[in-house]
């Protein structure tokens, strides 16, 4: 009802109050669904999906939820994955989420300076290396780190990294017990959300993942927060075979870590699909065979970018300083045979960038710009940059960089929108997609709404009125049973699972029986068959069994969200483009 409110003109305080009130609406949702979360643990209820999914996005989606608050600290928010992690798992993606998601909130509410990372190995290769890197290093005097900073798990630095990233790896580290996971159908994966925050005193350590406990009374004070959440992904985890610990130093930071097992997804048509799915998002193809070199000081961040930049095709070179880039651009500058291809983009850290070394870069933009080269492209310039300032933008276009610079947290599809406008790739080849707004599918469709409850069906019908449908409400099974009756003009029908008298399964199951009953008698032509969608708040596996088993044909979710009511109808209407 809030976003319906907002959609209308409204004085700016009103929208601000609008605003707030949705933004206190929501948290209570999900301070609600948390607390119902844990007692359907507790009472051995809560179920879990087991579906293909791509991991790599998911955590590419969680950044993106606090990329603005990250940027605002100034606070460096990464993730990477091994490549040895499968691309696609079958798990419960949406639980996957929720641990990781709680993981990074907690890290990006406590930390106001240098960094956050999330990073996802196979467990026992992870587990082996970190061992290694342990007994090997001792105590470290410099912090290889993301941002540069000291970490609470000093197994977590670059000695451990390089080990663990193909690039780097040396061909003694790995074990037996890698090699027959590989070959199961089971992955266990080792997940870590390192931060730079303020820690955990070691008298609050024992009451971490306890129920609606902070470290103190001021955390809730300074930071907000119910205490629930940590205990919650601890169970999460436990149910998805795994566990979770973590390793906290005051003031220096805190590394949650935990397992969480899946299985390798064998089915090539269902991989196949979830990619495609993918390619739509960002499209891989357009710049697989680019070279790229990556010029950044600290190793981890500039393989973390190596990382993002190999999952659009490109092949990095990383180096630490702009005169080390000055040289590689010198040794591709000697060669004469055409065979030898320039980079085709210099991606440069903003701290390199203003590191005291402006004589090489002016050198080093002097040959990305100049005239009657032997090759026919040149480098571009890109600036990689958590935050920056206006003088600092200006300044980098002033230099040679390119006009787009690309901002952190990095995800595939954003270094590969900002990648796409710099270089001119153009997309002629892809195929031309239709509209997929919700305008697009559900505008002119006539859709019947069923629900005992005045606000819902006011908020359902104000929702999908919002995108061009022609909605009619009725209050009860019975109700909806009078406007079904074949033939009639209806496409669709969002029916409430839980009314009295007769309830959205019952009404379902009759409404497919005068179907089946309407084609049984028809002489040819289209058979009837209407979409019914269940509105539930309830989204367990077995009321969704119960909710296909009657005829239904999904669900969408209260409250009514844009993106899982777009899911919801898009299998059932085609776009139309949208003038």
């Avoid at 027959?180 to 070691?202: A, C, F, K, R, Y």
């Avoid at 990556?294 to 659009?312: F, I, Q, W």
Wanted: hydrophobic residues 40%.
């Amino acid at each position: 009802m809030q976003q319906l409110l907002l959609d209308t003109d409204l004085s700016s305080t009103q929208r601000d109050y609008a605003q707030t009130a949705q933004a206190c609406g929501e948290a209570l949702i999900t301070l609600i669904n948390e607390v119902l979360d844990r007692a359907k643990m507790e009472a051995g209820k809560l179920e879990l999906e087991a579906v293909p999914f791509d991991l790599r996005s998911i955590l590419d989606d969680v950044l993106s939820l606090f990329s603005e608050k990250s940027m605002q600290k100034g606070v460096e928010l990464a993730a990477f994955v091994s490549d040895k992690v499968p691309e696609i798992v079958v798990g419960d993606p949406g639980r996957f989420r929720q641990v990781i998601t709680n993981l990074v909130g907690n890290s990006v509410k406590f930390t106001e300076k240098g960094h956050i990372f999330v990073q996802v190995h196979l467990a026992e290769e992870a587990t082996s290396v970190m061992n290694l890197v342990k007994t090997e290093n001792g105590e470290e005097t410099e912090f290889n780190t993301l941002s540069g900073k000291q970490v609470a798990d000093d197994g977590t630095s670059w000695e451990t990294l390089k080990l663990l990233d193909d690039e780097f790896r040396s061909n003694n580290i790995t074990t037996d017990h890698n090699n027959h996971q590989s070959n199961s159908n089971n992955v266990t994966l080792m997940v870590s959300v390192e931060d730079t925050g303020i820690g955990i005193p070691e008298d609050a350590k024992s009451r971490v993942f306890t129920p609606f406990m902070q470290a103190d009374s001021s955390t809730s004070r300074n930071y907000g927060g119910t205490g629930i959440g940590l205990s919650i992904s601890k169970l999460l985890v436990k149910l998805m075979g795994g566990f979770m610990d973590f390793i906290t130093r005051q003031h220096i930071g805190s590394t949650f870590f935990f397992t969480v097992e899946f299985q390798r997804c064998e089915k090539t048509a269902v991989v196949l699909d979830v990619k495609k799915s993918l390619s739509e998002v960002f499209h891989p193809t357009v710049f697989k065979g680019m070279k790229a070199v990556v010029v950044d000081g600290k190793p981890v961040r500039a393989s973390v970018t190596r990382y993002h930049l190999k999952r659009l095709g490109i092949q990095a070179e990383i180096v630490a300083s702009v005169r080390n880039a000055v040289a590689l651009f010198g040794k591709y500058g000697s060669f004469i045979s055409i065979i030898e291809k320039l980079p085709d983009m210099f991606l440069i850290e903003k701290d390199s960038w203003l590191s005291g070394e402006e004589e090489c870069f002016i050198q080093l933009s002097n040959n990305c710009r100049q005239n009657g080269h032997s090759y026919n492209k040149l480098p571009k310039l890109i600036l990689l940059a958590t935050n920056i300032t206006s003088a600092e933008s200006d300044k980098a276009k002033a230099v040679g960089f390119s006009d787009t610079v690309i901002m952190k947290p990095l995800r595939a599809s954003m270094v590969a929108a900002c990648l796409e406008q710099v270089l001119g790739v153009n997309r002629k080849s892809q195929p031309v997609k239709k509209s997929t707004s919700l305008h697009g599918l559900l505008c002119g469709k006539k859709i019947l709404v069923v629900d005992d409850n005045a606000v819902n069906r006011r908020v359902a019908a104000g929702a999908l009125k919002k995108f061009g449908a022609d909605v009619h409400c009725v209050e009860s099974g019975p109700d909806a049973l009078k406007c079904l009756q074949i033939p009639h003009d209806f496409d669709a029908c969002f029916m409430d699972i839980q009314m009295p008298e007769m309830d959205g399964f019952e009404a379902t199951h009759l409404i497919r029986e005068m179907e089946r009953k309407a084609n049984a008698h028809a002489n040819g032509g289209d058979e009837w068959h209407m979409p019914i969608l269940a509105m539930t708040a309830d989204v367990i596996h077995a009321t969704l069994d119960k909710c296909l088993k009657c005829g239904m044909d999904g669900y969408v979710s209260k409250p009514f969200k844009e993106k899982t009511l777009y899911q919801a109808v898009a299998k059932f209407f085609e776009s139309k483009p949208v003038s």
